[in-house]
């Protein structure tokens, strides 16, 4: 029902910045919570962002202050502007959504293929 496609990882040195995009096709975009999440090698699924609108956003607090979720509704796009980078941000980052909220406990219906960041020392 909803496709999701991210882009613009890569490799940053530590205290630079990435911006992440995912484009989304389907059914009722603006009826879909859309978020980010990312998994290290030998970790877990870890979530990162989750927004609705702009006055309903949330973080992991890990990145508060340094990352920020928003959305182009007439794009079908969500964004993560990730600041201030760390070795630690080092993982495969997955875009989400889903018609219901979802976070650190309740995973999403769907899911990108995910976009590989990497921060150097």
């Known amino acids: 029902q909803v496709q999701l496609v991210e882009s613009g990882g890569g490799l940053v040195q530590a205290g630079g910045s990435l911006r992440l995009s995912c484009a989304a096709s389907?059914?009722?975009?603006?009826?879909?919570?859309m978020g980010w999440f990312r998994q290290a090698p030998g970790k877990e699924r870890e979530f990162v962002a989750r927004?609705?609108?702009?006055?309903?956003?949330q973080y992991t607090d890990s990145v508060k202050g340094r990352f920020a979720i928003s959305r182009d509704s007439a794009k079908n796009t969500v964004y993560l502007q990730m600041n201030s980078l760390k070795p630690e941000d080092s993982a495969v980052y997955y875009c989400?959504?889903?018609?219901?909220?979802?976070?650190?406990?309740?995973?999403?219906?769907?899911w990108g293929q995910g976009t590989q960041v990497t921060v150097s020392s």
């Open positions: 989400a959504a889903d018609t219901i909220p979802f976070g650190s406990r309740r995973k999403p219906d769907y």
């Open positions: 389907g059914r009722a975009f603006s009826g879909y919570y």
């Open positions: 927004i609705w609108s702009i006055g309903d956003t």
